[in-house]
């Protein structure tokens, strides 16, 4: 199996940064995609940025120029740096990692940590 644990989140102002990070552990698989979602109250979950083994990366058109994921494939780690906060980012925020084993992709999720941005 594998674990996958987020940090980072918390309560800031606009205009404000905070960094995120996730990282996916266990054994018997191999890490692929990594990537962040987000969940606000009465939505449903949105991509906000991915990022592939290789370094290729994807953002939500609501965070490019904002937001950097970024990777350490060593460690299974992955981050998210957030600036320029506003309050429509409030969200918790979800990692995901993607593993496979032989052929077969199987999508692992963190419990989430919470952004709050205050106006």
């Known amino acids: 199996q594998v674990q996958v644990v987020e940090s980072g989140g918390g309560l800031v102002q606009a205009g404000g940064s905070l960094r995120l990070s996730c990282e996916a552990s266990g054994s018997g698989f191999s890490i692929n995609a990594m990537g962040w979602y987000r969940q606000a109250p009465g939505k449903q979950r949105e991509l906000v940025a991915t990022i592939r083994s290789g370094g290729n990366t994807n953002y939500a058109d609501s965070v490019k120029g904002r937001f950097t994921i970024s990777r350490d494939n060593a460690k299974n780690t992955v981050y998210l740096q957030m600036n320029s906060l506003k309050p429509e980012d409030t969200a918790r925020y979800y990692c995901?990692?993607?593993?496979?084993?032989?052929?077969?992709?199987?999508?692992?999720w963190g419990q989430g940590t919470q952004v709050t941005v205050s106006s």
């Open positions: 995901n990692a993607q593993g496979t084993r032989g052929f077969i992709l199987y999508d692992f």
